[in-house]
């Protein structure tokens, strides 16, 4: 095995990328919902390598009493990885990155949640990190919006993440690990498909103007394709053997 | 415009888009009402809402709940009741008015741990829901065995106008005291009934999504009564 291969062809001539996709295909998306007993809602996602579990609580209690607030519900999340996420043990204490991730993460899932009908309540969700290949962010954020489809939490629409960027010159669509450790720049989106809003957008790089409008339309347009994985996900878990359809 | 036909929907998805109102379960985003959960929509006399499939039970007033009591302090007594709301129950509601702290003994009559058939008084998420146990049907329960299934489920227990819990406790000998939280006691002399009656429960919480669960129910009921 040994190190990091720093020659790394990221495009070749053939427009194809190190792991064979299209500049403009995703990797891989697989949802399962409901797949955690004790939580009320779960999932379980899995993007191209990166694996992720996500298990939601609630509406319930806020413990300490004093984050509770009156008018409406408070959403708290926890992105963490685990030690055997990575090629190197990461270290389980929460690292600057990940509190950074579960605040952005946060931020994006509340635009879509309706906590006001819940009063004085805590929704949790928990991401856990269980394999890592870039674009986790996106990942959990896919993740947790299922999961707390599935836990009956009010929403206005799903959140589906899809990461866009600029490698080897060319802008592309769904950014892996070789591509985000040697590229150029990483733009993460949190969509929502339906009401057509973007409640996600970093960018860890530099873009030209037209670059930047490239990344945004083809990241919407891969956040469009993950959502229908979510939108299967949900429908596979509670409609799957039904009638009425 | 009558009724059209129901049809499963996610959060996000548009239902329909035109004169209706919005109601449980539904917001409306500019012309469009969309669901917010997941569920069968229903499109009925002008109105739109969502029969949820998931999530926890939310008090109402009026609904009969069936709740653990947690603890006490020493004007009431709080009672989970399955829900992110526990239930207040003043303790002049068994004591009567006359209650006093000093000489009245709360733990004489409903110690933590105890089950109570409960009815919901007032309930507006600012508080937490008001609780009484002084009723018919309502108070301490003493006997029989806990189930508990999902708060959406309940409706379909209980079947059009009482006809699926009317079967299983009829053909079974047992009687189930239904709270509208998902949890039920069912009690019955017979050990055998007690058994069919909970096992029927539990087919039920599995296949509520089902047409024909009522034949399905009947046929299970009398297939192990041999």
């Known amino acids: 095995m040994g190190g990091r291969d720093t020659d790394i062809v990221l495009l070749d001539e053939n427009g194809i990328r190190c792991d064979g996709r299209k500049v403009n295909e995703t990797r891989k998306v697989t949802i399962k919902a409901g797949v955690l007993k004790n939580a009320n809602g779960s999932a379980y996602i899995e993007f191209g390598d990166n694996k992720i579990l996500v298990g939601v609580y609630g509406p319930r209690d806020v413990h300490p009493k004093h984050m509770s607030d009156t008018d409406t519900g408070i959403l708290r999340c926890r992105y963490h990885m685990a030690p055997f996420s990575v090629g190197e043990r990461k270290n ?7 509190v950074e991730i579960s605040k952005v993460i946060k931020e994006a899932l509340e635009p879509a949640v309706m906590l006001k009908e819940f009063p004085r309540t805590a929704v949790d969700v928990y991401m856990e990190v269980l394999q890592a290949d870039g674009g986790t962010r996106c990942a959990a954020l896919t993740g947790a919006s299922v999961a707390l ?22 802008v592309i669509l769904d950014v892996n690990n070789e591509e985000d450790q040697a590229g150029q720049a990483d733009l993460p989106i949190g969509y929502m498909p339906n009401l057509k809003k973007i409640t996600l957008l970093q960018l860890d790089g530099i873009l030209t103007p037209e670059e930047y409008k490239q990344c945004i339309e083809i990241g919407i347009d891969g956040c469009n394709q993950v959502y229908e994985i979510q939108k299967k996900a949900l429908q596979d878990k509670f409609f799957a053997n039904g009638e009425k359809q | 415009m009558s009724s059209e036909r129901k049809r499963h929907v996610i959060p996000g998805e548009v239902i329909t888009s035109g004169p209706y109102r919005a109601e449980q379960n539904t917001v409306q985003v500019g012309e469009n009402i969309i669901s917010t959960i997941v569920g069968l929509s229903d499109v009925h006399d002008g109105s739109v809402r969502v029969i949820p499939l998931t999530g926890g039970y ?21 009672a989970d009741i399955n829900s992110c709301y526990v239930g207040m129950l ?16 709360m733990t004489a009559k409903l110690a933590k741990g105890d089950l109570i058939a409960a009815r919901i008084v007032n ?19 003493d006997s029989g065995e806990l189930v508990k299934i999902s708060p959406n489920k309940v409706p379909r227990l209980i ?15 047992s009687q189930v005291t239904i709270g509208q939280n998902g949890l039920l006691v069912v009690s019955s002399d017979d050990p055998h009934g007690l058994l069919k009656a ?15 669960l009522t034949d399905q ?10």
């Open chain 2, 58 to 78: 939310v008090p109402k007033d009026d609904d009969l709940v069936i709740g653990k009591i947690i603890s006490h302090s020493s004007l009431s007594w709080t």
């Open chain 1, 92 to 98: 389980p204490a929460p690292s600057r990155r990940e």
């Open chain 2, 217 to 226: 129910v009947k046929e299970m009921l009398e297939s192990k009564s041999e």
């Open chain 2, 90 to 105: 003043p303790a002049s509601d068994v004591f009567g008015r006359d209650y006093s702290s000093s000489s009245d003994d």
């Open chain 2, 198 to 212: 909970i096992q029927a429960i539990e087919l039920i919480e599995e296949q509520a999504h089902v047409a024909n």
């Open chain 2, 159 to 173: 079947g059009k106008r009482g006809s699926m819990i009317q079967m299983i406790e009829s053909s079974t000998n």
């Open chain 2, 123 to 141: 309930f507006d998420k600012t508080r937490d829901p008001l609780i009484t146990i002084s009723g018919r049907e309502l108070g301490k329960i």
């Open chain 1, 149 to 170: 489809a599935d836990a009956g939490i009010p929403m206005r629409d799903l959140v589906a993440g899809c990461a866009a960027g600029k490698a080897a010159d060319a």
